[in-house]
């Protein structure tokens, strides 16, 4: 895929999540990455309104600028500045090789249990897409910062996704749609879980059970050659 396209289906991505209801506004960032670089949302900006040309384009750390940042600010080329959160889209990115493509979200029930720091037990077989259970509640820290970035990182170990601690939820995915997909999918199970927990709490899958159930979703929801077009 072009870089040209590849920043509109960013654009696309965006847009999509707000229509399917698992952000609002402008709080999450979706990102793609491109070789040794990364397109990511800007910050504070309507995705309606955003361009191709709009996105800026961030450059992974060389050994003359170590994680990426120089004087203090991140490595970046185009006419608006990166989201806020362009730390923890990096830090996915050096720690998963597999990950094309970020998306972080404020989605409402992820949210609600983020708010509680509540992990996700192994409730539901499909937390297998996500490379098993529980999906973590990373230790809280300040948006937008290293050690933010690096306490989800933390919380993904062996995992496609995390809950970010009174803030959201974050997912990667092996293309823009993949990750999507998951982040829906983790917003779904997040409020099947939720609400279990209304009427005395769900019955556990066994360690046994969820190992077996993520070997066989390994993969599931992506093709590959999956491009999205």
Known sequence: MTEGKLRAEVIATALKMNELGINQGTSGNVSARTHNRMLITPTSVVYGELRPDDLPRLEFPTPDFPGGVIAGE???????????????????????????????????????????????????????????????????????TQEFADRAVEAMTGRSACLLANHGMVVWGESLKHALWRAVELETVANQYYHSLLIGGPVLLSDDEMADTAAKLDGYGHRPGMADE
């Open 74 to 144: 991140p490595d970046w080329h185009g006419p608006l500045a990166p989201s806020s959160e362009w730390r923890l889209h990096q830090a996915i990115y050096q720690a998963f090789p597999r990950a094309q493509a970020v998306i972080h979200t404020h989605a409402t029930f992820s949210t609600v249990l983020a708010i509680a720091r509540r992990e996700i037990p192994a409730c539901h077989y499909m937390l297998g897409i996500f490379g098993g259970a529980p999906i973590r509640c990373a230790a809280y820290a300040t948006f937008g």
